[in-house]
Each structure stands twice: as structure tokens, then as C-alpha cells.
């Protein structure tokens, strides 16, 4: 899906699932030791701020009063600890530096809080307590988003609209750095609710700041996430307040848009690096056929195209396929893309993936939490030659590349890119290859 977040998958301390996307509950498991968990293994080494620039916001960016220098040789060497210590195969190369090592997201969110008349945005429940003010800025977001939510936190905190701040779970910001859409998720959609939410979006679109779109998402639940685990169809649920009904962001030649529930990564100024990245890492030779699992709105897919005889993307049904499905036509590479709306589960895998003469790559960017259980196993059985394994979490991979290894692929390169600086994670891409006389 997060949203590939958007892939809340990314860089945030709970994933956002694709709309439409079944999640797993994950298994009760005990937690691993310090010396196996990057984000301790981080903290040991890089210790506490001398001075930090408020206690909520070093839970939040605990590495953002570093130089970035400094933080990225802390990463390298809490990365370089955690492979020795899982005795992993290979080694990572040294983490691709961010163009924007701060005010770099373009996915971002507040919890609100209501508590008697004055209304909060906080990073999240477990934060709420130390902050005193009503909104506290994030040196990991443009001073735009901080305009905005300034902006709200005035105007919501008006005993006009109160009756809209008591109905709200957050307030989320989405776009690109030249256009930005507002997202108020709410526990209600009626016609007084409505008639506030028009009024705010109306201030909105009067700010110096290039809000574009705003949109109203329906989530009954108070749900932890960006918005429910399964968007619903049901167009009540969803509603356009003004603007374009897509965001929109370009990478190269590529132009993507996509539903504003739709998993985007959040720091767009490494995408474009990322995307050049896994290209010089899969070598492809013009010939070879890719598959894109969980594809979402076509990121790889369209960008990669050029450089493969075929191309199918897979995802779950929902706005994210949807979107690729049109993307392929707004990038003209409709005659050799295609895509298909389905779970990622290892039945599809088989069902989908029938053995093939021609040589197959595979790129696997499944949401943090990782991909099903089999699916790995069912991707090895279709024999593809190389597989990129994109993880959003550094401590998903050892007990991948076991699983790779289990199913005769080794790893040949590793290649971190610092996707969420001023945080405790890391973007991780993985190539595997099938061992010789397998």
C-alpha cells in the first residue's frame, strides 16, 4: 500500500496498508534483543542530543539535531553492526545520502486532540502528555505543512468550529513540494459537518501556501492509521472539498498520479534516486521480462519500462491499480504494460506467474510489515533470475533473506538509501540472484 507510508509504509512509526489491501495480524512475538534491532542499535551509538529541540520532537526525529553528516556515519554504523550481528550475507554499501536531508515530506499527519475548548495537533497518543502547546512544528516537514497546520490549529480552535474539531482524527497533508492537498479524516460526514469542512477549505484555498485540493475521508474507527485499513467505495465516504480529484508528482520522464489514499513515498527527493538505483542494480538487458509486485500506482513498473521487453504489475484491487492501469497510457507504454488487480498471496503468485521461457526479474516492495507468509517461496518457484527485495524496515530483512536463502537466491549487492532522514530506519534494496544449477 502505506499508503508503496504513502509505500505509511514509510517512515513513520506505524505502516499505512494500500487501500484495499488485507493486512495480517501479526504474531505475538517477544522483542528481539538490543543488538538485534537497528533502531536500539542506533541509539546506543548515537546516544542523547546535547541539545535537543524539544522532548516530543526528538521522539519523533530523534536524529534531526545531528549534522547530517554525522547522522548518516551513525546509520552506516549501526547498518554495518546490525549485518554482523544477524550474520547476514554480503555487506551494504554506504547509505545513499537524501538531497533533502530535512523539510523533506511530502506525507504528513497530526492526531487531534480536543480537550475542552482547546484543540491539539500531536505527532501521536503516546506524545500527547509532553506537548503543551497546540501545535509543535517537525524539522522533517516544509515550513508550508507548518503554515497549514499552524493555520488549522487557529482556526479549529474557534468555538465556531468546534463541533468539526470534536469529530476529527487527523489532519493529513499530501503532494509534492510545489502542490499540496489537506486531508481532514473524521468520525462523521453529515451536512453541518460538511458545511464547516466547505468553510475551512474556502480559508484554505486564500493561504499563501500552494494548497491545491482538500478532501474529506470518513474513518468511523479512530483508526492509528492515515485513513482505514480498507478504503471504501461508497463515494459518501470520500469527498473532494475543491481541487483535482488526483495528486500528481513526475520522476524522469514519468508522470504518476494517483487517489490521495494511495500509498506515495513520503520523501520525494530520493524517489528519482531510488528508481535510478534499483535500474543499476537489475542490469536490464532489453529482453527480459519484469514483474512488479504490489505496484501500487506503477512507480517501478512505469519507470522501468523502457528498458524491458514486458512489464505486469500486481497489486490489490483499489484506486492504487486503478491508477497504474491509467498511468500507463498517460506515459504511452500502455502496449507493453500490464496490470492486474489482485492480493499478493502465494495462490496468485502461481496462478499469475506461470514458469516462462523468456528471462524474468522481479521487484518485491511489499508495505513494512513485509509480504505474506509464502510469498517469498511462491516467487522462488517461478525461478526468476534476479529479484530486487525492497524493504521499508531493516528489521524485516533477516528473516527474508532466510527465506530467500531457504529457496536457492543469493544476495549479490545491498544498497541502503536514507529515505526517512532524522529517523531511526533506512530503505534498504536487496538483489538476489538464483544459485547456478538451481
Known amino acids: 500500500m502505506p499508503p508503496k507510508s504513502e509505500k505509511t509504509k514509510r517512515g513513520t512509526t506505524r505502516s ?18 538490543a543488538a538485534l534491532n537497528f533502531a536500539a542499535i542506533l541509539r546506543n551509538l548515537a546516544g542523547k ?12 526525529a530523534p536524529l534531526a539535531n545531528f549534522p ?40 504528513s499527519k497530526r492526531r487531534t486532540l480536543l480537550r475542552g475548548s482547546r484543540f491539539y495537533l500531536v505527532f501521536g497518543d503516546k506524545l500527547a502528555k509532553s506537548q503543551k502547546t497546540g501545535f509543535l512544528e517537525s524539522p522533517l516537514e516544509p515550513p508550508e505543512h507548518t503554515a497549514i497546520y499552524s493555520f488549522l490549529q487557529r482556526k479549529l480552535s474557534e468555538p465556531s468550529y468546534k463541533l468539526l474539531a470534536s469529530h476529527l482524527n487527523h489532519l493529513i497533508i499530501r503532494g509534492n513540494y510545489r502542490e499540496m492537498a489537506v486531508i481532514f479524516n473524521v468520525t462523521k460526514m453529515n451536512g453541518p459537518l460538511v458545511r464547516k469542512l466547505k468553510i475551512v477549505a474556502e480559508h484554505l484555498q486564500n493561504l499563501k501556501e500552494p494548497v491545491t485540493a482538500a478532501f474529506a475521508y470518513l474513518d468511523p474507527t479512530g483508526s492509528d492509521y492515515y485513513f482505514e485499513k480498507r478504503r471504501p467505495d461508497d463515494k459518501m465516504q470520500f469527498k473532494k472539498l475543491f481541487g483535482p480529484a488526483q495528486l500528481e508528482v513526475k520522476f524522469g520522464q514519468s508522470r504518476f498520479q494517483f487517489h490521495p489514499t494511495s500509498f506515495s513515498q513520503v520523501n520525494e527527493s530520493i524517489v528519482e534516486t531510488m528508481l535510478d538505483q534499483a535500474k543499476a542494480m537489475l542490469e536490464p538487458s532489453g529482453d527480459e521480462h519484469l514483474t512488479d509486485l504490489y505496484c501500487g500506482y506503477g512507480l517501478f513498473s512505469h519507470y522501468l519500462a523502457g528498458d524491458y521487453r514486458k512489464v505486469t504489475g500486481i497489486d490489490a484491487e483499489g484506486p492504487s491499480i486503478r491508477a497504474a492501469q491509467a498511468n500507463a497510457g498517460l506515459n504511452r507504454i500502455a502496449s507493453k504494460c500490464r496490470f492486474i488487480a489482485r492480493g499478493i498471496t ?39 533470475d534476479k529479484v530486487l527485495h525492497i524493504f521499508c524496515g531493516v528489521d524485516q530483512i533477516p528473516e527474508s533473506l532466510k527465506e530467500w536463502r531457504a529457496n536457492n537466491y543469493r544476495v549479490e549487492k545491498v544498497a541502503p538509501l536514507d529515505m526517512f532522514p532524522g529517523t531511526a530506519n533506512l530503505e534498504v534494496l536487496v538483489l538476489l540472484t538464483r544459485e547456478k544449477g538451481e
Open 16 to 33: 499505512l496498508p494500500r487501500p484495499g489491501q488485507a493486512v495480517d495480524k501479526p504474531a505475538i512475538r517477544a522483542r528481539p534483543p
Open 49 to 60: 542530543p546535547s541539545n535537543p529541540i524539544s522532548s516530543v520532537t526528538f521522539q519523533a
Open 68 to 107: 547530517y553528516n554525522e547522522e548518516l556515519a551513525l546509520k552506516d554504523r549501526a547498518l554495518a553492526r546490525f549485518w554482523q550481528n544477524h550474520r547476514l550475507p554480503a555487506a551494504p554499501a554506504p547509505i545513499i545520502a537524501s538531497p533533502r536531508p530535512r523539510a523533506y515530506r511530502t506525507t
Open 346 to 384: 502465494p495462490k496468485a503468485i502461481s496462478d499469475l506467474l506461470p514458469p516462462s521461457a523468456a528471462p524474468l526479474a522481479v521487484v518485491l516492495d511489499p508495505p513494512r510489515q513485509g509480504p505474506q507468509r509464502g510469498v517469498i517461496a511462491a516467487v522462488g518457484e517461478r525461478q526468476p
